[in-house]
């Protein structure tokens, strides 16, 4: 069974930091390109981050360059995405996709994963 399992989240205060793991099951992860996506209530999903599967090239979206970053541990089968200097704006459910999308922040991906909550909030 294909499976992609996020964990990490949890209430941070703003500033903060947090580290996202996305372990995959089934699957070799670095045949994929991998990305983080977030949706926060209310809004449509956004590509936050992704990580291509042959060049190891990453990708951010603006409102999050400088502070994130994703990364791959292959032996693992694991991607983590690094949170730093978080805001009450980066609230929302993270979610890790794989797939072969053309467009590395579009949410045009295989695989899922269910998500995990991330809350920044004093």
């Known amino acids: 069974q294909l499976q992609l399992v996020e964990s990490g989240g949890g209430l941070v205060q703003p500033g903060g930091s947090l580290r996202l793991s996305c372990v995959a099951s089934?699957?070799?992860?670095?045949?994929?390109?991998i990305a983080w996506f977030r949706q926060a209530p209310g809004k449509e999903r956004e590509g936050v981050s992704c990580?291509?599967?042959?060049?190891?090239?990453?990708y951010y979206a603006d409102s999050v360059k400088g502070r994130f970053t994703i990364s791959r541990d292959n032996a693992k089968n694991t991607v983590h995405l690094q949170m730093n200097s978080l805001k009450p704006e980066d609230t929302a459910v993270y979610y890790c996709?794989?797939?072969?999308?053309?467009?590395?922040?579009?949410?045009?991906?295989?695989?899922w994963g269910q998500g995990t909550q991330v809350t920044v909030s004093s």
């Open positions: 996709a794989a797939g072969s999308p053309t467009v590395c922040l579009l949410p045009s991906y295989q695989y």
């Open positions: 089934g699957f070799t992860l670095d045949y994929y390109t």
């Open positions: 990580i291509r599967s042959r060049t190891g090239n990453t």
